[in-house]
């Protein structure tokens, strides 16, 4: 199958998914029509803003039609005083209900965050969601010995000694974000753009969220935990909520 096909009786011929390929994949042919360069298929990163930018519906991408890709409501325009207030208004929550979070929630937040930016679009992320209340509880403590082992945030594992919880909070939700860290590729930064869209959405979906810094740090420096949460190997814990 053909990666970019475009259709010459819908193509307006205007350039514009020309002038939007980042990586100048499409140039124009003799009539206009757009061609792709000979090595696109191995070159494109299938950002999809070629097939996006598209006003006539006439480009296909891997064989998706604009038909079959899935389409924005239309409710995003929201004025900017709204979504500087949606922003401002985003805390860190460290109390929490005693009930379990809905599953539906954490999956249209994670829904949110597969749309993150990427550099050269690599969407490294993978995830890992920790609903068991009690395995949450051993995670944090095993973060704690963690946290002793490397001699370092020892006032927290002192709280945490002596019964209150300030590493995971009693969180009834913990969600990871990991990725393979083996390659020329470094993924913390877009696991972290990954979060923090989780992070935004969970604040449009109406539940609280806190940056797991600490559990982030054990899970570097204390194999038992990367162990316990079943770490694929070469894979690294670049953040967690």
């Known amino acids: 199958m053909t990666h970019i096909v475009i259709d010459p009786g819908l193509c307006a011929r205007d350039g514009i ?20 360069v000979p090595d696109a298929d191995s070159r494109c990163i299938r950002c999809g803003h070629c097939f996006a930018a598209c006003p006539k519906g006439a480009l296909r991408l891997d064989g ?24 401002i ?12 979070l809905p599953r539906e929630l954490v999956e249209k937040a994670l829904d949110a965050a597969r ?11 993978h995830w890992l969601v920790v609903e068991d209340s009690r395995l949450i509880r051993e995670l944090a403590a095993m973060v704690a010995d963690g946290l002793r082992q490397a001699g370092i945030m020892l006032d927290y594992v002192a709280a945490f000694d002596a019964g209150r919880d300030v590493l995971l909070r009693g969180a009834p939700c913990l969600v990871i974000a990991h990725a393979d860290a083996t390659g020329w590729y470094d993924p913390t930064t877009d696991c972290i753009l990954a979060l923090s869209h989780f992070e935004l959405a969970a604040h449009a979906l109406g539940f609280g969220t806190c940056w797991a810094g ?12 990367r162990e316990r949460i079943g770490l694929p190997p070469g894979h690294k814990v670049c953040g967690a909520l």
């Open 17 to 36: 998914c020309v002038a939007e390929c980042p990586l100048g994949l499409l140039v124009p042919g003799e009539d206009g029509l757009p061609v792709p």
């Open 64 to 87: 998706l039609s604009p038909d079959a890709a899935p389409a924005v409501s239309g409710r995003v325009g929201i004025s900017p005083e709204a979504g500087l207030d949606f922003l």
């Open 89 to 100: 208004s985003r805390r860190s929550i460290r109390n929490w209900k005693d009930r379990p």
């Open 115 to 125: 749309y993150a930016p990427s550099g050269i679009n690599m969407q490294p992320a």
């Open 214 to 225: 600490l559990f982030r740090r054990a899970a570097e420096t204390w194999p038992p935990l």
